[in-house]
């Protein structure tokens, strides 16, 4: 069974950076996705950018160009750099974790617990 460990977070002023760190135990397929998501109070659950085991990215769009998601596929380990935060980034942030099973293409998804990140204006 794979557990999300996330680390980070915190209370940080408008234009300030946060690091956020997720690791990841167990056995991973090494064909997954990693990356963080977040839940403001009363809104959805959205992207905030993701990597593949191969590196490639994706951004949500209000974070492009502010933060930065990298990983290290050796002990699964994905990390998210935010800079100029600002108070609508506030949310409680969320590692994730798709994996592909091979040969039988199965897919599974896992949580952390989350993060609570919190922008003062």
């Known amino acids: 069974q794979v557990q999300l460990r996330e680390s980070g977070g915190g209370l940080v002023q408008a234009g300030g950076s946060l690091r956020l760190s997720c690791a990841a135990s167990g056995t991973v397929s090494i064909t997954n996705v990693m990356g963080w998501y977040r839940q403001a109070p009363g809104k959805k659950r959205e992207l905030v950018a993701d990597i593949t085991s191969g590196g490639s990215r994706h951004y949500g769009d209000t974070v492009k160009g502010r933060f930065t998601i990298s990983r290290d596929n050796a002990d699964n380990t994905v990390n998210l750099q935010m800079n100029s935060l600002e108070p609508e980034d506030t949310a409680v942030y969320y590692c994730?974790?798709?994996?592909?099973?091979?040969?039988?293409?199965?897919?599974?998804?896992?949580w952390g617990q989350g993060t609570q990140v919190t922008v003062s204006s």
């Open positions: 994730n974790l798709i994996e592909v099973v091979l040969p039988t293409g199965t897919k599974n998804t896992y």
